[in-house]
């Protein structure tokens, strides 16, 4: 695919807002050949293509109105820290993300043969009123919660209870919010007086244009277009979010 036809692509996605817009990603890469994986993984949701490996996933490859959820936006890369992608380029991005995965399956797997590794899936509501899951994990003195984005699902001040309920001396906690813009005024370009839009605007351009050239390497160029919304946001947000955090 060209960079031409790459760009067509992108502009079209961004206006119709369908199904393709997942492929977007696809847009910012800058090898051919890592635009045809990564848009066959968005497909497939498998980052191998061989004879020995299940091709694709049944949870994540499929698009079932009975679910309600549209798995093909899911996509494992975003697991994928930023170091990885800020590195310089070893062969191509896609190979880039597997090696990752392959070296992370490996610790996982020797962390498991030596007993340093224990999982115990537990299910469980979060909620100041359920007690025994509360004290059981206290019980376990944890050193590291991760809450994925449950704080954007429960009232800050019952999130801060049960944290510090469960937590030892040394406990360290590990959140993110999606949702919290939409809570705190001032965070949406709509927010700001009109005449003020323009001035975020230029000045959310010029901070992801150096963003880029900093964190991403050779392998990944800038995408184009952004939505004002979210060229805004890299200022706007960062004026509010330390605030919102405490």
């Not at 060209?2 to 090898?31: E, V, Y």
């Not at 959820?69 to 170091?83: C, G, I, N, R, T």
Request: charged share 20%; glycine share 4%.
């Amino acid at each position: 695919i060209t960079k031409h036809a790459a760009l067509h692509f992108q502009l079209r996605a961004a206006l119709m807002d369908t199904t393709a817009k997942p492929m977007m990603n696809t847009c910012a890469l800058k090898s051919d050949t890592d635009r045809v994986e990564h848009i066959r993984y968005v497909l497939t949701k498998a980052l191998y293509e061989d004879d020995e490996t299940v091709i694709g996933s049944p949870v994540m490859g499929k698009d079932s109105e009975r679910i309600g959820v549209k798995q093909m936006f899911e996509s494992v890369l975003e697991a994928v820290p930023s170091s990885v992608h800020a590195s310089m380029p070893r062969g191509s991005f896609m190979a880039q993300i597997r090696t990752y995965f392959e070296t992370s399956a490996l610790k996982f797997m020797e962390h498991i043969r030596n007993g340093t590794l224990v999982f115990t899936p537990k299910l469980g509501r979060i909620s100041p009123d359920n007690h025994g899951l509360i004290q059981e994990i206290k019980e376990l003195t944890p050193y590291l919660v991760h809450w994925s984005n449950v704080p954007d699902y429960i009232h800050p001040h019952d999130f801060h209870s049960i944290a510090r309920e469960i937590s030892g001396s040394d406990t360290v906690h590990v959140l993110h919010s999606c949702n919290w813009t939409s809570r705190v005024y001032g965070t949406d370009v709509y927010d700001i007086n009109p005449d003020m839009r323009l001035h975020f605007y230029s000045g959310g351009l010029s901070h992801m244009i150096m963003c880029t050239k900093m964190l991403l390497n050779t392998l990944i160029v800038e995408k184009t277009p952004r939505h004002f919304r979210d060229v805004t946001s890299f200022l706007l947000c960062r004026m509010y979010v330390k605030s919102f955090l405490r």
